[in-house]
C-alpha cells in the first residue's frame, strides 16, 4: 500500500514590492494571477460568454501592463512567497486609498494567505490614509469577497459604482475600513 505524506506548507512572508527590486520571476506570477485568477474570479459572476472573453481580454491587458502599474509612484504593491515563490500580490492606489488587485494563487488558497496579505496592507497603509478610510470595490455578485473583506474588518460604505467590460455592467459595492 502506497502512504502518502503532505507536508505543511512553507511559512508565508509579506513584503511590499519595490519596482526597482522585482525580479522577472516575481513579475511573471504576477501577471499569471491577473490573466488566471482575476480573470477566472470575475468571469465566474458573469453568465455569458461574450463577456467572461472580454474580461480575459481585459485582465491579460493589465497584466501585460503592470511593468508600468508597478513604476508608478501612486501605487502600491505587496507580494505574498512561500520561500520565494510568489502566491499572492495586493495593490493599493495611494490617490484614492483604495486597495485593488487582490489575488491569491488557486493552488494556496485556504491557507490564510490573503488575510496575512491584507493585515500588512493595512498596516503600511494606515499612516497613508492620514485618519481616512481606505476603500475596495468588490464586484456586488463576489459574495467570497465581500465576506473576506467584512471578516477583515471592512465595513459597507453604501456607495456603488458599475464597472462596464464591453456590453456587460458589473455592479460592485464599496466597503471601508
Known amino acids: 500500500m502506497t502512504e502518502f505524506v503532505t507536508f505543511p506548507p512553507q511559512p508565508t512572508s509579506y513584503s511590499r ?8 520571476e516575481e513579475l511573471e506570477v504576477m501577471q499569471q494571477l491577473y490573466r488566471n485568477d482575476a480573470a477566472e474570479a470575475y ?3 458573469v453568465a455569458d460568454t461574450h463577456t467572461q472573453n472580454q474580461l480575459h481580454d481585459y485582465f491579460s491587458a493589465r497584466a ?11 501605487q502600491r504593491f505587496w507580494l505574498a512567497k512561500q520561500g ?20 491569491i494563487s488557486r493552488d494556496t488558497r485556504g491557507q490564510q494567505i490573503g488575510s496575512g496579505l491584507m493585515r500588512q496592507v493595512l ?4 499612516l497613508e490614509s492620514q485618519e481616512q478610510p481606505r476603500s475596495v470595490l ?31 455592467t458589473i455592479p460592485e459595492l464599496e466597503l471601508e475600513i
Open 84 to 103: 520565494t515563490t510568489v502566491v499572492g500580490m495586493a495593490g493599493y492606489n495611494v490617490n484614492r486609498r483604495l486597495i485593488h488587485s487582490v489575488y
Open 123 to 126: 498596516q503600511e497603509t494606515a
Open 17 to 24: 514590492l519595490h519596482h526597482q527590486d522585482l525580479q522577472p
Open 138 to 168: 468588490v464586484a456586488s455578485a463576489n459574495t467570497r469577497a465581500i465576506s473576506f473583506y467584512q471578516r477583515m474588518g471592512f465595513v459597507l460604505s453604501g456607495r456603488t459604482k458599475e464597472w462596464t467590460i464591453g456590453t456587460a
Open 43 to 45: 468571469s465566474e459572476i
Open 64 to 74: 501585460d501592463n503592470l511593468p508600468e502599474t508597478l513604476a508608478d509612484p501612486i
